[in-house]
């Protein structure tokens, strides 16, 4: 029963019941452009709905880490062995340090690379992805008391799961490129901010456009129009009710939990757009 290995910011464990009503009972090709931690995947993959899956996601490190553990899961966890014993035997004082030292290192190889990126992401703050403008991670510690940050029986699930995948990391519409019907794809893109101040850019290097919500909203009708069942997540946002708007596709709200905010009693629940179009 494999689950998501990590922790990621606006990750689609909520949304699951949705997604899985909305594709179809066969998917011969699962193809999600935006993969994150990959909640809608694990969740499709157990259900035995999938053949064979294309992951893709722009952020390089991530999709890294998802071959090493598919393809290396005994060096990934030789590697983050080393990390969780050197981190939960220290005290809380020196913790911090480890985790600076370990967000400043460079791994010199694939496995160990992945060991740190699954090691930052248990103890950072919040369980959030960023860089800087130099594609260095830059969030801070997060000074949990024991997070989990070697679960073997976690990882050996996601990469039992993970044999049937493809892995890339392209951009979206050339993800979606050689969908065809029978395939399933699901579009989780970065969401298109409610406020001037609620924007999230620093996953990658470069930002989520508006010009690029519109590339990616012709991508969703090119999809329908090859007669290819797909479904796309976004903000409720007036610009994305217009942007779908009249062009036949099924806009539902639904309200979600919000996963992330620095101060606890403001992570009150939103209303989200799910856009689906089956064939």
């Not at 019941?17 to 995947?41: C, N, S």
């Not at 998802?66 to 014993?85: I, Y």
């Not at 392209?170 to 893109?189: K, N």
């Not at 009708?221 to 479904?231: D, F, I, K």
């Amino acid at each position: 029963m494999a689950t998501p290995f990590l922790k990621w910011a606006g990750g689609k464990s909520r949304l699951v019941p949705h997604i899985i009503a909305a594709a179809p009972q066969h998917i011969a090709t699962y193809r999600e452009p935006f993969v994150g931690a990959g909640a809608i995947f694990f969740a499709l993959q157990v259900s035995g709905r999938i053949e064979r899956a294309v992951l893709n996601d722009s952020n390089r490190e991530l999709m890294d880490t998802f071959r090493q553990v598919r393809d290396n899961l005994e060096g990934v966890v030789a590697a983050l062995e080393l990390l969780a014993a050197a981190y939960l035997g220290a005290g809380p004082a020196s913790r911090g340090e480890i985790y600076y030292a370990v967000r400043a290192s460079c791994p010199a190889t694939d496995a160990g690379r992945a060991a740190r990126t699954i090691f930052l992401n248990k103890t950072c703050y919040n369980g959030l992805y960023r860089v800087n403008r130099k594609g260095e991670f830059n969030v801070p510690h997060g000074d949990y008391k024991r997070p989990p940050i070697l679960d073997c029986r976690l990882l050996s699930q996601a990469s039992a799961a993970l044999q049937c995948t493809r892995l890339e990391s392209e951009d979206f519409e050339t993800a979606c490129a050689a969908a065809q019907p029978g395939d399933f794809v699901y579009l989780d893109p970065p969401y298109h901010p409610l406020s001037a101040t609620s924007s999230f850019t620093g996953y990658t290097h470069g930002a989520f456009s508006e010009r690029d919500q519109v590339r990616l909203r012709d991508t969703l009708v090119s999809l329908t129009e090859r007669g290819v069942a797909a479904a796309l997540s976004n903000s409720d946002h007036p610009f994305i009710h217009d942007l779908y708007s009249g062009r036949g596709f099924d806009v539902q709200v639904v309200t979600m939990g919000r996963a992330i905010n620095s101060v606890g009693a403001k992570r009150a629940p939103i209303t989200e757009l799910l856009i689906v179009k089956r064939v």
